[in-house]
């Protein structure tokens, strides 16, 4: 289904709620100058509102002190930042040369017809809206698929109805390489810099990032040994490099004093300590 | 003579819950920024500047040299921003990075500010990343919590306040001024230079903006030394390098080995192009990087050996494309997004991409005459170096390159009247023996 009304003109009257108020403030004080604030306030308004709305524009505007036409410069610039609804699952397709090549325009091809709509339009239901993307740093994973700005790996025609089947159907979708699936207000809200404590679900890599890692474990392959606790490295030092290792010797052995909590008051980090008396 | 494969960075990547501090200073995490913050910020910088590290963000800049021109004693805040708005096409090494161990980062955010004598910074992680913005929130949050943020870092009087940012989607702010402009609050445009941003960066103070692999570098840096850091790599490309193998390959994944490797060296590793074809064409790091061919196997990978052989190093990412590729269907949809991501502030780039795509979506559908070729290398040439950035510049190396190796290809477009490949054949799922 396309929305072909414009829903910023009909958007929500009246002020964004207190509490959202007071958060879009918040964000402000992260930054020495409390513009900067406004890419993750335009996420916060999103997680909000479901979409940038007018009323979200005149509230970062508000609180800025700019004008509502610089916000909306700046929420029409990113292609994060929608004005039209977005669905609980927002299913975006890379389609960038690589993971189009391995497969993923014949996937977005398959969504379109499966689900009924076209790029960025948004299902019957309100469940998915499904776009198309450029790339999202996961080539070694192709094809790629986002959940709400999730890793789906390693996707195929089938796997990818199976997977908007399923998060229609409201069963537990988990990334790849990430979370389980939550909203996409929810993971707007993220975006904004409110925490959701998550961080400790999925896995810490995917098999591709450990591939060379792996290989390296088999044959017994590693970096140069570094530099011991006495401060010696491998290898033969040139003149140079044997100053530079005498003195970040000297470093670590007052690293070690250092290394003592009650010993720390005292500035190790002023401009009189090691460092500056090598210059010397 | 060192190892094929030297994992450092991804040295942990294999541990237990490596996103945790606990698990990160089992490993030996966080002792890197005591001694640094025992040599003091001069010390740290000429050792960075020593150890030969230069930008893994593409440009290969001497990172100890950026530092360095930041002005001493101006009475001026200073800012680190950290570029993981990693977007280029085919780049994968920073995400992967900061999802296992965002640690490794915020030492090197830590101690590298302290160099640049720097109070605030920050991290502007690309947006469409969720779990990879809140591995990073838990990383820094720990950090402050176990005093290695905020005030009075390990007792040495240095203060330090990282922020983590999220962008909203725009290839564009990997641009370091773009970047700036879009962490004010603002369309993300580039700035002309001068003035650089060592000099008027972020708020018009000096701003050191490093890539997230440059950044992450620097802890083992200070912990082994600049001697063991150049002991890896080549005489101009020091220490180790996280290169990306994506598509056709039987393998595709993360090598972290000493800059100089290879592609025959890594498709080996990474068991060869995939069963029953053969290499055709790839990037040596990114859709920027002028394409190469299966004559280039031997290039080392450095930013000497790359750029000797007509293209450039950029992030390593290398995009194996098989004889099933077609190589303008690959061009045509770069050039498309080249055209999406243009800011729009400079006219050659701006309108050049929009014609550029024009031109070449008649030729891959047949349509057209040789003579558009010439009218491509043509609006190519008025692009290249005529606009604020890079992007401009990025768009035109698919198209010279893909010209300059396949200008059969594109003719035959032309005589076949469309694209004389199954674009079938290319895919993951392809049928065992589909052939182009």
């Known amino acids: 289904m396309t929305l072909n009304h414009d829903p910023a003109l009909d958007a929500g009257s009246g002020r964004l709620p207190e509490e959202t108020l007071r958060e879009l403030r918040a964000i402000g004080a992260r930054y020495p100058q409390a513009r900067s604030a406004l890419l993750p306030m335009l996420h916060l308004v999103q997680s909000v509102e479901g979409r940038v709305t007018s009323r979200g524009i005149e509230a970062c505007a508000d609180i800025l002190g700019i004008s509502a036409a610089e916000v909306s410069g700046v929420a029409t610039f990113y292609t994060m930042y929608k004005r039209r609804p977005v669905g609980d699952y927002h299913v975006g397709v890379c389609t960038n040369t690589l993971c189009a090549v391995m497969g993923g325009d014949e996937i977005f091809e398959r969504l379109k017809g499966h689900l009924d709509v076209g790029n960025d339009e948004t299902t019957d239901d309100g469940k998915v809206t499904l776009e198309h993307l450029e790339c999202n740093a996961a080539c070694d994973y192709a094809p790629v698929m986002m959940v709400n700005w999730e890793f789906m790996d390693n996707m195929t025609p089938q796997s990818a109805t199976q997977l908007v089947d399923d998060l229609r159907a409201g069963t537990e979708v988990r990334s790849t390489r990430g979370a389980r699936i939550c909203t996409w207000r929810e993971a707007e809200r993220v975006l904004a810099g409110f925490p959701d404590d998550r961080a400790d679900e999925g896995p810490a890599a995917g098999p591709a990032s450990l591939v060379g890692l792996g290989i390296a474990r088999e044959r017994g392959w590693k970096a140069p040994e570094g530099r011991t606790a006495a401060g010696t490295t491998s290898g033969t030092p040139g003149a140079t490099a044997a100053a530079e290792q005498a003195d970040t010797s000297r470093a670590e052995s007052e690293t070690k004093v250092e290394q003592s909590p009650t010993d720390t008051v005292g500035g190790k980090g002023d401009e009189t300590s090691t460092g500056e008396g090598k210059k010397r | ?436």
């Not at chain 2, 230069?54 to 002005?71: D, E, N």
């Not at chain 2, 990114?286 to 007509?310: K, N």
Request: charge should be negative; charged fraction near 20%.
């Open chain 2, 1 to 436: 003579m060192t190892d094929m494969l030297t994992p450092v960075l991804s040295d942990n990547w294999d541990t237990e819950r490596p996103w945790t501090l606990e698990s990160y200073e089992q490993t030996g995490g966080y002792a890197a920024l005591d001694t640094a913050l025992g040599m003091g910020q001069d010390a740290v910088i000429d050792l960075v500047k020593e150890s030969g590290l230069r930008g893994r963000g593409g440009a290969g800049f001497p990172t100890g040299m950026k530092w360095g021109f930041i002005p001493q004693g101006d009475g001026k805040p200073h800012y680190l921003v950290v570029n993981a708005d990693e977007s280029e096409p085919g780049t994968c090494k920073d995400i992967p990075l900061m999802m296992a161990s965002p640690h490794t980062l915020v030492e090197g955010v830590i101690i590298s500010s302290y160099a640049i004598r720097a109070n605030h910074a920050f991290i502007y992680v690309r947006g469409e990343v969720l779990h990879v913005v809140r591995r990073l929130q838990r990383a820094v949050q720990e950090a402050y919590l176990a005093g290695h943020l905020g005030q009075n870092i390990h007792g040495s009087g240095y203060d330090l306040e990282l922020t983590v940012h999220a962008g909203a989607g725009a290839y564009i702010c990997g641009e370091e001024t773009a970047l700036l402009d879009s962490l004010e609050g603002r369309r993300g445009q580039p700035r002309l230079r001068p003035p650089f941003p060592a000099v008027a960066g972020l708020y018009a103070a000096p701003t050191v903006i490093n890539n997230v692999e440059s950044i992450a570098s620097v802890p083992c840096i200070v912990r082994n030394g600049a001697e063991w850091f150049g002991s890896m790599g080549t005489e101009k490309s020091k220490g180790m390098t996280l290169y990306s193998l994506s598509g056709h390959v039987k393998r595709p994944g993360q090598y972290e080995a000493p800059l100089g490797i290879t592609l025959r060296q890594l498709l080996d590793l990474a068991g060869g192009v995939r069963e029953g074809h053969e290499l055709k064409f790839w990037t040596p790091g990114g859709s920027s990087t002028p394409i190469l061919t299966a004559e280039h196997l031997d290039v080392p990978l450095d930013y000497e050996g790359v750029g000797a052989a007509g293209s450039m190093l950029g992030t390593k990412a290398l995009q194996i494309f098989d004889e099933t590729t077609c190589v303008v269907r690959a061009v045509l949809r770069w050039t498309e997004f080249y055209k999406h991501e243009s800011c729009g502030k400079c006219t050659p780039c701006r309108e050049g991409t929009w014609w550029l795509v024009q031109t070449l979506a008649r030729l891959e559908q047949g349509k057209g005459s040789e003579q558009d070729l010439e009218n491509l290398l043509d609006t190519c040439d008025n692009i290249l170096g005529r606009s604020f950035c890079a992007l401009g510049d990025g768009a035109t190396s698919p198209i010279t390159s893909s010209i300059q190796h396949f200008r059969d290809e594109y003719v035959r477009h032309l005589t076949e009247g469309g694209c004389p490949f199954d674009h079938a054949a290319s895919t993951l799922f392809a049928p065992a023996g589909a052939t182009a």
